[in-house]
């Protein structure tokens, strides 16, 4: 049961991926792209992991993909760019696409290892998560958060060059 | 019969593939960052895949951190885009060829 | 380093004072420079000679090994042993005389320094020649040789006339070398060395076939030839009388032509075993002897009788080593740098006198105004003329002796070394009555100003005519050591060498008496010959319509016409339609213009490449990417 599930959100995660290239309004790409995200937050609460759903959902929806249709609102829809919605390397792009694919699916997919039992049960609920987490990536995390102040510095420097 | 691992690392691989094409091809630069995150969600998957496959806190525990660097990269991207759009009139990247030799 | 490096490495010192500081230093002081270092240097051949006396053995010097592969080494080093004894005591002694000559003959010359730098590195370079252990430590001082005389040459080198002498005298030169260099590659491809002492043992010992000794010998008397003027190389230099008269005198009494007869008798082991070559140099210097000689007659212009004097006396010379008589050769070599030195710096005392006059047309009676240089003008002239008891008699009578009475000799240079004699005298007396008899025909307004050399230069001149004097004592004759119960040092010297020479069985004292007297009486016919041509009261100086015989005489027997009509043209030609047309034109086309239009045009289709579009360089990032990733799925 959960497989056919996977399956099926998988199916819709590709068809609103094709919808986020196909578009040509932004604004409705990036509605697509929430609802891709979506399906995709699915399949982890399918596999049992619900700290990855959780935060695709909270931070990817929630908080990015909000950010990113705010910012489509701040623009002119007037823009040219609206309306051609590919550039003169189509043809290229797709072979390169395709080539770079299929040699993805074919070196990640047959030639796996074969599966292995699960070892230990699964410990992915969000309390065990937080705990194992902050024991062993602390470090990580630490470092994380410096990250995420040199993002708000250089958002900050931007729209600082953006006033002058 | 494909296995799970399979199927979800397939997945993955196509939404990255199609992330892809859209950077390449797209000439809207919303689009084309969008297309970044489809690749980055592509990535997500196949570590999640792989943290379901060998049920370790590893792959899960990468997740984070990539999305750390999503949402530094939106903040980014979205406050040069603004810029961008304010100085020139649009995003076209066809437009934009301050590049050529 | 022992006392034995020191003789060459004072000139250099004094060439890097003078070269480097010179123009900042006073006058004075690049006048000591330049004269001390040669003076010193000729006091550490004195010392070093001494050294040689006592042990008897010839001294080495290894500085470093300068190439060292599988059974062939070339060592830096010097060697001193009778020859090169001789030839360091001419050349740091008469070119030190010759220094000290300079300072008042060049005084207030523009280039004082620059001239002094040259000098000096002259010496070093001819001392190297001279100590050299091997043929490579020789071809150093040879070709610096060559380097010297260029900018000797062309010193006055404002006036292009003097630098194409300079480049005429470097060029004819490396024609020489090239005959040395292939010389220097033969001996080695045969006897596996370059070391003179075993160079000479093993082409004694073991002579490969004639052809290849014939070979090895002509391409040494070719690198002779260029060096010492011998005929056909002797083109450059009547021309090197450009530089001024002292760089003439080092030219051809101390360094430079001497070099020829150097290497002939360093290399006398080899020459011995070459019969045939011997022959050819035999004949070459006859001929240069007899040319020299007929070309110095229709000379008029002092320098340049001189200068033919020169090539033909050591034509002598290189004759002296054909027939086997190299010590002989040496001693000519020895006495003519003394009378040789001395009539070119009293020519020059007579040249600085005369505001630079140098036709003998414009002298003339000169010796009631210049006594002190018509004294040893005279003197050298005699020792030139080779009369008793003066040095030339005694070292050119023994090559005439040697031409007729060795084994390898014969009537026929013996006559061609009298003529050359007679000859000598004659033009040589001429010149003295041109010069210094008869009425002034000197510009009035450079007549009033005709003073007797300065100190410096007449003190030099008196000790060169001193020299032309005694110097031939040191080398008496067979005849006369025998008569008087006398010795020869200088052939005792040489003897472990070049050996003593030896005459032929049926060449007896009776013989070498009258040989002796005719060559004296000869001397004196040229010079009375002179006499009633040139000296007498009303003799016509200015001469008649030149002749055929005289127009080719004195054209040089049209060699240098020869060169230029042949050679030159044929170079110029080849230069210009094959090599220029056809071949560079083509060339170039081909390796340069035609991959530097396709890179153009490569170029050009790499900038399409960069259209500043941002996703087309993504593209091309992926491109790489997925070849990458291809490559990977096909080798997976």
Redesign the interface.
Known sequence: MTDVFIVLFGLLALVFAGVVLAVRQPMRAALALVAHMTCLAAIYACLNVHVVALFQVLIYVGAVMVFMVYTIMLLDDRDVAYRRRFSATLAPGIVVALVVGGALLRLLGPDSPPYQAAQTPASFSFATFSTEFMARYWLHFELATVLLLVGIVAAWAVIREERR | MMGRYELLLALAAALFAMGLFGVMVRRNLLVVVMSVELMLNAVVLSFVAAADRTQTLDGAAMTFFIYVAATCEIAVAMALLVLLARRRGTLDLAAEQELKG | MSTLTLIPLLPLLGFLVNGLLGRQLPTTVVSIVGCAFPALSFVATCVVFRQFLGTGSPLEDTLFTWAATRGFVVDAAFYFDAITAVMCLVITGIGTLIHVYSIGYMHGDAGYARYFAYLNLFLFFMLVLVLGKNLVMLFIGWEGVGLASYLLIGFWFQDPAKTAAGLKAFVVNRVGDTGFLLAAFLIWAYAGTLDFQQVNSYFGMTPPTAGVMTAIGVLLLVGACGKSAQIPLHVWLPDAMAGPTPVSALIHAATMVTAGVYLLSRMSGLFLAAEHAMTVVAWVGALTALAGATMGVTQYNLKKVLAYSTMSQIGLMVMACGVGAFSAGMFHLYTHAFFKACLFLAAGAVLHALAGEEDMRNMGGLARRLPFTFGVFLLGTLALCGLPPFAGFFSKDEILWAAYASERGSVALWLIGMTASFLTAFYMFRAVFMTFFGASRVDPHVSAHIHDAPPTMASVLAVLALGSIVAGFVGLPALWREAFGLSAPFYDLLAPVLGHFEPRADAGHTAEVALMVLAVLVGLAGIAVAWLRYGRAGADLRGGKPGLLHETVSRGYYFDAFYDKVVVRTMDWLSDTVLARRIEAPLTRTSLERPADAGARMNLWF?RL??????????YA??G??IV??F??AH?
């Open positions: 900038t960069q259209s500043g579009d941002l996703q087309t360089y993504v593209i992926l491109i990417l997925a990733l291809g990977g799925v997976g």
